[in-house]
């Protein structure tokens, strides 16, 4: 098998492992340009197509998932696939998505006039959490506390729209991370600069407008557990609360041992993997007042570097593995092996 791969050198990109593994087990590939106008001709002579794209970047945005699904219909194998990425960092597709397949998602609301979403409003219990459908590490969430907020949000998202980038809770997010010691005052002056001169999202996307998505909040959460699928095997994480806040996703304050991890969060995780027939997914769950995990949002991308201090991986039997390991390396040798 010969593998095509388009290369980002940053720190959270997927290819630098995938390259290094390529290297060192010795097979076949070429770094190629996603962007280049003749890509589908440039991986004519390749069996697969890898590509960790990114939401955070435009121009991935623009149009990564319909070269993935483009190459995957001529029969080019690709990472991610069609099941695995269609709704990624869209958390309007992900609530149908997992409502369909009964997967115990957060309750979640979803509303496209204004008046049917008043109607609700006034009709439900508070607090909510209002969601942009995009955004990670708890980017554009926020938790709403009285009717008279969420009538106001809604009607803002709906009618006039709601900024994609958030200036304000990103110059907060990177004090925080300055006081926790995880940040560089780089960050704060960047996140400040950004008021001022926008980033390339903030001018490509504007606005996310016509929609208003809530879920229900599941009180008493003071961390959240994040398991990562890639075929058989899931790895996870938990991360605690932000200090004063509710969103765990993005904290930074990660514990990694396994007397952390819930295993039935795993169980879940493995169930919900195969019913949606995805290569790589990365389940987010809090519990509700009864003990079950209850998933808030999923996604194939992540950094991986957050999760190299895990000492070992459950198998599809919830089998304990102790041990390093390489995940990246399980996508590249799922995908070589893979029927389609």
């Known amino acids: 098998m010969k593998i095509a791969i388009h ?24 770094i190629v340009n996603a962007y280049d106008s003749d890509i589908v001709e440039q991986v004519q002579d390749c069996d697969a197509f890898m590509w960790h794209h990114n939401h955070m970047i435009h121009k991935d945005r623009l149009f990564a ?40 998602l957060v309750p979640s609301h979803a509303f496209f006039d204004f008046d049917t979403a008043r109607k609700w409003i006034e009709e439900t219990t508070f607090p909510k959490v209002f969601k942009l459908r995009g955004g990670s590490g708890s980017t554009n969430v926020m938790l ?46 960047k996140a400040m600069a950004h008021f001022v001169l926008p980033t390339p999202l903030q001018r490509a996307s504007g606005k996310d407008v016509g929609y208003a998505y809530f879920q229900d909040f599941i009180p008493d959460n003071r961390f959240d557990i994040r398991i990562i699928v890639i075929g ?21 304050m990660i514990h990694y041992d396994r007397k952390y991890i819930n295993e039935q969060c795993v169980k879940v995780a493995f169930e919900v993997s195969e019913k949606l027939q995805s290569q790589c997914t990365g389940f987010d769950f809090v519990f509700d007042q009864s003990g079950t995990p209850l998933i808030v949002e999923i996604g ?15 198998d599809r039997n919830i089998c304990w593995h102790e041990g390093k390991f390489n995940p990246m390396g399980w996508i590249v040798e799922n995908l070589k092996k893979s029927d389609k």
């Not at 290369?7 to 070429?30: G, L, M, P």
């Not at 194939?300 to 459950?314: I, K, L, R, S, T």
Request: hydrophobic share 35%.
């Open 7 to 30: 290369h980002t050198a940053a720190d959270w990109s997927f290819s630098n492992y995938w390259v290094e593994y390529c290297r060192s087990q010795k097979i076949d590939y070429k």
């Open 300 to 314: 194939y991308g992540f950094v991986q570097q957050a999760y190299e201090a895990c000492p070992g991986y459950w």
């Open 232 to 252: 058989d095997k899931a790895y996870g994480i938990q991360r605690e609360v932000r200090t004063g806040d509710f969103r765990a996703s993005g904290s930074g």
């Open 65 to 104: 998932k319909a070269l993935l699904f483009s190459l995957e219909t001529a029969g080019i194998k690709v990472f991610p696939n069609f099941y695995t990425g269609w709704h990624f960092d869209d958390k309007l597709g992900q609530k149908y998505l997992l409502e369909s397949i009964g997967a115990p």
């Open 144 to 189: 709403v506390k009285t009717r008279k907020d969420a009538l106001k949000l809604a009607r803002k998202a709906i009618k006039r729209g709601i900024p994609i980038y958030n200036k304000r809770g990103a110059l907060k997010e990177a004090f925080r991370r300055y006081r926790m010691g995880v940040g560089h005052i780089v960050e704060i002056l």
